[in-house]
């Protein structure tokens, strides 16, 4: 959707593509990318492990912050391709480990990373793709469109492309 503005500029929808791989990085386990314009809504938090200490009768005296830097990511996402089969299978969820690419969304600072959503992109040309640990839905209904929604997490702890970050245990 195309949209123009008077006045003061706004950032107006999602945009991006986003493919979903299996725990190994590599296989796509979506038949094709969720395009531009099939992701309609995206929330992302930044957190971050902290430690409050407190006196003998509990009163805060310090706050730490003690790392583990990471961001969270809720998507939801129309089901869209050529065929009705394909878009449903559009959305086909990985097993836990899963991984997830974004590209062509709004480039948007968050704590340490230049560009928080976006994957590998040449504002980010990072590593830390987006990890999926189950929780993903898919949502179907007679007078609207079929939908997906799932969180994913990244770590800067975890460089997601290593053969490393996909061993079997």
């Known amino acids: 959707m195309a949209a123009t503005a008077l006045g ?16 190994d990085g590599t296989t796509a386990v ?3 990318p969720l395009a531009v314009g099939a992701i309609q809504s995206g929330e992302i938090t930044h957190n971050e492990d902290s430690i409050v200490s407190k006196d003998s009768v509990g009163v ?3 706050h730490t912050v003690a790392g583990n830097d990471n961001l969270e990511l809720s998507i ?14 559009s959305a086909s969820l990985p097993l836990g ?9 709004p480039v948007i600072k968050m704590g340490p990373w230049a560009d928080a959503i976006n994957t590998n992109t040449a504002s980010a040309p990072n590593t830390y793709l ?8 898919v949502s179907l209904q007679n007078d609207g469109t079929a939908s997906f929604s799932a969180t994913f ?16 245990v």
């Open 30 to 32: 979506n038949t094709g």
């Open 8 to 23: 003061t500029a706004v950032t107006f929808g999602v945009g991006g593509t986003m493919v979903l791989y299996a725990a």
């Open 60 to 62: 805060a005296i310090a």
């Open 130 to 137: 987006w990890i999926y640990a189950g929780g993903g839905k």
């Open 153 to 168: 997490k990244r770590f800067r702890s975890i460089d997601s492309s290593s053969s490393a970050a996909a061993v079997t």
């Open 97 to 105: 480990n899963g991984r997830c690419t974004i590209t062509g969304c």
């Open 76 to 89: 939801t996402a129309i089901l869209s391709a050529a065929t009705k089969n394909n878009a449903a299978l």
